[in-house]
């Protein structure tokens, strides 16, 4: 077998492993249109849904929202928002303890 194809399956193995990580520290996923939400994964309060839907709504944004795990806390990544929306995001997300987040149900498709 050449050696190149050892090198791309455990490069595959690799990129599976980094995506399986990754997705195991992010709560919440979502995706908006011109400020409603299309589609989500992941585990929130309704509470904290209703927020974050006002926020997108009120600036009409179309972009990705994620809230992952990292460092102990809670981080926003919305890298397709304005500046001012992902701060918006960001205050809403704060206000909810980490444990909170992460003992949130799951949402439904």
Request: net charge positive.
């Amino acid at each position: 077998m050449p050696a190149w194809v050892s090198f791309v399956f455990a490069a595959l193995v690799l990129g599976a492993l980094v995506l399986a990580a990754r997705r195991a520290t992010t709560l919440l996923d979502l995706t908006a249109e011109d400020g409603r939400v299309v589609k989500r994964r992941g585990r929130a309060t309704a509470e904290l849904m209703n927020e974050i839907s006002d926020v997108l709504e009120g600036a009409r944004a179309t972009g990705r929202v994620r809230l992952r795990l990292e460092d102990g806390g809670v981080v926003v990544d919305s890298p397709d928002m304005d500046a001012g929306t992902r701060q918006r995001l960001r205050n809403v997300v704060a206000r909810f303890p980490t444990a909170r987040l992460k003992t949130a149900p799951r949402l439904r498709p």
